[in-house]
């Protein structure tokens, strides 16, 4: 998809960034752009998705809040560890979702290790129950020769 000129600007100066405070006023500019429908929810998307990927560049331990997939994801964190408990089948729900969104199994556990760090910071406790091994997609057999 080709970005609008605005879109561009946003673009460089997030590779320009160089503190998760400048990607996160960027996002900021960019949610205001997207309100405004200054620029459209793929560009929006876009310019969120290479935000997190640059803030995971400067510092992995920091959250940046923009429209992006990671987001989508962080929330979706949220709303399963609201309980206090991470179950085995809601980790296979967020392995699937995952998987949908094209987030890494490293930002996975650097998202879930800040969100709990955050709870923990807040009083509250966290329960994960332990996943014997992610969900596997099963191969076809192939026939020997």
Request: glycine fraction near 2%; charged fraction near 30%; charge should be negative.
């Amino acid at each position: 998809m080709r970005l609008s000129r605005k879109s561009r600007k946003f673009q460089r100066r997030i590779n320009r960034s160089k503190t998760i405070d400048s990607l996160q006023m960027i996002a900021n500019e960019v949610q205001v752009e997207y309100d405004s429908r200054e620029i459209t929810h793929n560009e929006a998307m876009i310019l969120g998705n290479q935000l997190q990927l640059r803030a995971e560049q400067i510092d992995n331990s920091q959250l940046v809040y923009a429209i992006s997939d990671r987001d989508t994801y962080r929330r979706l964190i949220e709303v399963y560890l609201d309980d206090g408990i991470l179950t085995r089948t809601e980790q296979i729900l967020l392995w699937d979702e995952r998987r949908k969104l094209g987030i890494s199994e490293d930002s996975h556990d650097a998202l879930l290790l800040s969100l709990v760090a955050r709870y923990q910071k807040q009083g509250r406790s966290i329960h994960i129950h332990l996943m014997p091994n992610p969900p596997e997609i099963e191969e076809e057999e192939q026939p020997e020769e």
